[in-house]
């Protein structure tokens, strides 16, 4: 199996950059597809952007242009690199295994 442990977040001023890593053990971590989510105060969890074992990326519509997903799978990792951050990005962020295991968050917040 794959368990993603998150690490990056911080608080950050708007127009602010982040990069939010994911390292991932388990030996199948390069055929498996992985997302980044997001949870923010008082709404539920969304789909950021997901990566798939052969690099396709797909991106919320509130993200595009601003957000970039990456992966090295001879890290067994997975990148979330955020830039022109608004407050309205702020929130738990979650690195997860398309239908397996889930990281216990990281936290960002994007003052105004």
């Known amino acids: 199996q794959v368990q993603p442990v998150e690490s990056g977040g911080g608080l950050v001023q708007a127009g602010g950059s982040l990069r939010l890593s994911c390292a991932a053990s388990?030996?199948?971590?390069?055929?498996?597809?992985m997302s980044w989510y997001r949870q923010a105060p008082g709404k539920q969890r969304e789909l950021v952007a997901t990566?798939?074992?052969?690099?396709?990326?797909n991106y919320a519509d509130s993200v595009k242009g601003r957000f970039t997903i990456s992966r090295d799978n001879a890290k067994k990792a997975v990148y979330l690199l955020m830039n022109s951050l608004k407050p309205e990005d702020t929130g738990v962020y979650y690195c997860?295994?398309?239908?397996?295991?889930w990281g216990q968050g990281t936290q960002v917040t994007v003052s105004s």
């Open positions: 388990g030996k199948i971590f390069s055929i498996v597809t």
């Open positions: 990566i798939t074992s052969s690099y396709n990326t």
């Open positions: 997860a295994v398309l239908g397996g295991n």
